[in-house]
C-alpha cells in the first residue's frame, strides 16, 4: 500500500493534541453494544446482520478536547469473510483532537450561536477480513465550531481530508483525492420525567474523492448515525452509568459509490438500519 503522506502541519497538531491524554480536567470512557439485522454492504444485495462492539472515550483538558473510539463489527454470513466459511469481522478506529483557539489566545471568540472556535485535527483507519480487505487510513483537518446549547454540546466542523485505502478485488491500493468533509456531532441531555435521556450522534457529508479502485468516479456520501438513549443507572443504585435505548444509521452513497435503486442485483443499497444500543460509562 502507498506510504500515507500528511503535511508538516497536519503531524504538528495531531502531536499537540495527543500529548495531554494523561492530564485531563475531565473524562468520560464507556463500553458500548449496538446491533442491527438491516445493516448493507456494497456488493451485497440482501440486508446483513451485525454485532458491534465500542470503546468510547472523550476528555477535555486546558487547552482543548480529545475523542476516541474503537469498533469492532461483527457481520453475520450475509457478509462473509474471505474464507467464505463465516461472517466478516472489522475493527473501526477514530481520533479527534481539537485545540481551543479562545484558550489558547486568552480571548472569547464567540459569536452569533458560536461559543468558541478550535482547529481539529485527526484520523481514521480500518482493517476487514472480506474479500474487499479494505485499509482506510483517512486524515482531517479544519476548524470546529462550538455551538451554544443550555446542556450537552453541539460542533460543527469544516475539514479538508484525504484517503487512502485498498482494493481486494482488484489487488490495488487506492490515493484518492483530497476533499472536503462537513461533520457535526452532538450530546444533549435532558428528561423524559424522572428518567434522565441523551439525544447523541454525529453526522458527516464528504465530497467526491475521484476514481476508486475500480476506476469509477466516485459521489458525495452522507452517514449519520443517531442515538436516543435512557439512564436506567438508577436500577443499580448508580447515575448516568447505564444507558439503553434506539438508534438509527443512516448511509447514503456508502464509501462514494453510486447507490443503486435498481431490482436484484444491485451493487449498493442504501443503508437504512434501525439499531438496539447499550452503554456502560466509567
Known sequence: MTKLTATPLAVALLAAVALPLGAADWSDTFLGYRTSSEFREPGIDGTVGKNILQLGHASGWAYGSNFFNVDMLMSDKGDPAANGKTGANEVYVVYRGGLSLGKLTGKNLGFGPVRDLSITGGFDFNSKDNAFASKKR???????????????????????????????????????????????AWGIPFQVGSVGAEFKGYANYIGAKGKDGFGVETKPETLANLSLLFDISPVFGAENKVFVGGGFEYWNNKFGGQNSDAPAPATNRRVTAPMAQLQIHF
Request: glycine residues 8%.
Open 138 to 184: 483517512f486524515l482531517v483537518l479544519g476548524p470546529t465550531f462550538h455551538l451554544a446549547v443550555p446542556k450537552g454540546f453541539w460542533d460543527l466542523s469544516v475539514f479538508a481530508c484525504h484517503e487512502q485505502n485498498y482494493n481486494g478485488i482488484v489487488g490495488k491500493s487506492v490515493d484518492y483525492k483530497t476533499t472536503w468533509e462537513l461533520s457535526t
